[in-house]
T-cell receptor
């Protein structure tokens, strides 16, 4: 069973704080993703990574950065949290290769920035 | 501009009846389509997919239909059960797994006992 875990289920931070969201997967997946989910907007891709040390911008990378030092771990960093970054953050992983589009998601982190 | 659209934010269906969730897309280069299901406080889970070379894929109570000329797909759930109550996301991707997966805004399905 693929398992994707996220470090926190709920997080409350103040404006301007640096925020770290951690994601770990245990199935040796090459691909890892960070999304945010907002009502009426679905899941929007922030960053993704196809390998260790590699990262690619998604559709909404502004205000975020990522780190992938180990294959199983993908971190999302909010350099200076703002209230418009209040959202549900979802991490996912998948195998590479054509046809392997199924992504396995973690339970999500509900981040509130006050 | 959303490339994957789910125009019904919510849908209510009686238990035992058919649920039909619709999805439209604008990018003709999409090659692979997926449906994910999400319960509150959980991450989405993969439900069913279809390649653009097919027009139907069935898995138990779930069937996805693809109409490429209309750029439309639908998910049928028959018979609907209360445990199917969740948010359903339609998603699409290009020809390689390095193409991004684009998700729709979701449809919240309520199955009434």
């Amino acid at each position: 069973d693929v398992k994707v875990t996220q470090s926190s289920r709920y997080l409350v931070k103040r404006t301007g704080e640096k925020v770290f969201l951690e994601c770990v997967q245990d199935m040796d997946h090459e691909n890892m993703f960070w999304y945010r989910q907002d009502p009426g907007l679905g899941l929007r891709l922030i960053y993704f990574s196809y390998d260790v040390k590699m990262k690619e911008k998604g559709d909404i990378p502004e205000g975020y950065s990522v780190s992938r030092e180990k294959k199983e771990r993908f971190s999302l960093i909010l350099e200076s949290a703002s209230t418009n970054q209040t959202s549900m953050y979802l991490c996912a992983s998948s195998l590479p290769g054509q046809g392997s589009y199924e992504q396995y998601f973690g339970p999500g982190t509900r981040l509130t920035v006050t | 501009d959303q490339q994957v659209k789910q125009n019904s934010p919510s849908l209510s269906v009686q238990e035992g009846r058919i649920s039909i969730l619709n999805c439209d897309y604008t990018n003709s280069m999409f090659d692979y389509f997926l449906w994910y299901k999400k319960y509150p406080a959980e991450g989405p889970t993969f439900l069913i997919s279809i390649s653009s070379i097919k027009d139907k894929n069935e898995d138990g109570r779930f069937t996805v239909f693809l109409n490429k000329s209309a750029k439309h797909l639908s998910l049928h759930i028959v018979p609907s059960q209360p445990g199917d109550s969740a948010v359903y996301f339609c998603a699409a991707s290009g020809k390689t797994s390095y193409d991004k997966v684009i998700f729709g805004p979701g449809t919240s399905l309520s199955v009434i006992p």
